[in-house]
């Protein structure tokens, strides 16, 4: 039974790595899933607002090149109303989200009044880095107006170099981060800074003055929250991609419900099979105890009476034939009968003994030559009635092992009553002795019958087999003599076997280790 509990505990543990393993390709193929749903947005957002800056920048130019003339009066008469009120109007139709523009000298200076104050400290800064560099980056920009970003073009009149500086509301940007931004996802539009700060720009609800924060840094705890990044070309934006902290909270309510269900689920199969387990050790224990009892019920009840029967039955056999002359005959059925059914008895007994471990066996030296001819002297009354004859080979000297008497003297009768039972009319056994190892004796019994058939050559030592179990089987027996040969040889430290060539001889042997 105990072998069955460590398959249980076995099994246990590969279930559980089982269990474990595929929640864990549930939360890999999630974080992938979402993680690929991330890198989409985020290309396709960044892809999106670099090729709205360059559409912008491409727009700017043509309108230079339109309106050049418009803009030549502008730069010759920059308070000139008309000229202002007009261009203005055009860039409104051709720009509906700009709300603010000037034109500076190739150093920076507006030409322009900004009044109202639209373009702001940071533009200026943005646009001397412009000039420095020849490279523009866009960015956010504060503004108590709207939080907008620009874009620049130069271009030559009257043989200087002015700039076109336009500014965008932001909330152009968040519609664009709003088509691509998945559910229970939130992209970004950041802007890095030093110490790896990231600040926020631009969300799908607006630029970052829409949302309520303590700080518009992304804290540590965001930062790792993001998926997917996507730096912007030739402009100073990364966008970021993160799913949200309900999305990765409600999944692993899930993955932990579906882990405990299925753990519910397979400790209730566990335990139904544990208490079968526990009902089918209880019962095979009560038929072990049933079986002892019964064995010792055949002991006590049987053995008894069939000793007196014997003993009644020797005695009557015995009588001078003026007493029983008609009861000779019926005596001696009924004594052979007894004796069959004391074997019966003696064999089960004995296997009983072997499976329990409590066969005893007392071990001396015998001279082997001495048991053999004393097992070949008891069985010679059985023999002669198949014209048997048995010889001994190989008898040139003594040879002493150490044995059990009686239990050697079994093996031998149950060797010798099979070569009778199976051997051939008038056949010879021949008993020989050989040494396969110098410390080995082998002991072999040859008959010269049909064979042992090649389809119960596997079973031959088994409890209770027999070549022909059908009911009308010329010989008798119960089919327990060879397994038990086989266990009294091996408790003598030795081992049995055969060799048959059907139709010619059979040899049954068993080898013991030699006294030294």
């Known amino acids: 039974m105990k072998r069955y509990y460590i398959a ?8 559980i790595v089982v269990i474990g393993w595929s929640q864990y390709i549930r939360y890999t193929q999630f974080y992938n899933y979402h993680k690929i749903i991330s890198q989409h947005s985020t290309h396709t957002v960044a892809g999106s607002i670099r090729d709205l800056i360059k559409q912008k920048e491409h727009l700017m130019r043509l309108f230079l090149e339109h309106y050049a003339t418009s803009f030549q009066v502008l730069i010759d008469e920059p308070d000139n109303i008309t000229s202002l009120d007009y261009l203005s109007d055009e860039m409104r139709e051709h720009f509906p989200d700009y709300f603010a523009f000037t034109i500076t000298n190739h150093n920076g200076l507006p030409l322009l009044d900004d009044i109202e104050s639209l373009v702001g400290p940071i533009c200026m800064q943005d646009l001397q880095q412009y000039i420095l560099t020849g490279d523009f980056h866009q960015r956010i920009h504060p503004s108590p107006n709207k939080y907008h970003y620009d874009v620049v073009q130069s271009f030559h009149a009257n043989g200087n ?20 931004q998945a559910p229970s996802h939130q992209t970004a539009l950041v802007l890095p800074q030093d110490d790896d700060k990231l600040l926020l720009e631009v969300l799908s609800s607006g630029a970052r003055n829409t949302a309520i924060r303590d700080s518009y840094h992304l804290n540590p705890e965001e930062k790792q929250l993001i998926v997917a990044d996507k730096d912007i070309e030739g402009t100073l934006w990364r966008v970021t991609d993160s799913y949200t902290p309900e999305l990765y909270t409600n ?3 899930i993955l932990i419900k579906d882990t405990a269900l299925y753990f519910i689920s397979y400790s209730i199969v566990i335990s139904i099979l544990f208490i079968y ?4 050790d209880k019962k095979k224990r009560m038929a072990e105890q049933h079986k002892n009892e019964f064995l010792s019920v055949v002991s006590h009840e049987l053995r008894t009476p069939l000793t007196a029967i014997m003993g009644a039955l020797g005695l009557a056999t015995n009588l001078k034939k003026e007493e029983y002359d008609k009861s000779q005959s019926l005596l ?21 003994k072997i499976e329990s471990g409590k066969m005893s066996f007392s071990m001396q030296g015998w001279d082997i030559l001495e048991l053999l001819q004393e097992s070949i002297n008891d069985i010679a009354s059985y023999a002669s009635k198949k014209n048997t004859t048995i010889i001994i080979s190989n008898t040139s000297h003594s040879i002493i092992v150490r044995c059990d008497h009686d239990r050697i003297m079994q093996v031998m009768f149950n060797l010798l009553s099979n070569a009778i039972k199976y051997g051939k009319e008038n056949d010879t056994i021949v008993v020989s002795l050989t040494f396969p190892d110098k410390n080995i004796l082998r002991i072999s019994v040859t008959d010269h019958g049909k064979g042992v058939p090649e389809e119960f050559r596997d079973r031959l030592f088994e409890k209770f087999s027999q070549a022909d179990t059908t009911a009308t089987r010329s010989t008798s027996g119960t089919g327990l003599g060879l397994s038990i040969v086989k266990s009294i040889i091996e ?3 030795g081992r049995v076997g055969f060799e048959s060539i059907p139709g010619k001889a059979t040899s049954f042997y068993f080898e013991l280790p030699l006294q030294s």
């Open 332 to 352: 001696n059925i009924a004594y052979n009968h007894t004796k069959r059914l004391a074997i019966l008895v003696n064999d089960i007994l004995d296997m009983q």
């Open 161 to 180: 170099t002015y700039i076109f500086f336009l500014s965008f509301n932001a909330e152009h940007l968040a519609n664009i981060i709003g088509t691509s």
């Open 277 to 280: 387990l526990l009902r089918a």
């Open 251 to 253: 999944f692993m309510h």
């Open 491 to 493: 408790a003598h430290h």
């Open 8 to 15: 249980l505990a076995a099994l246990t543990l590969f279930i």
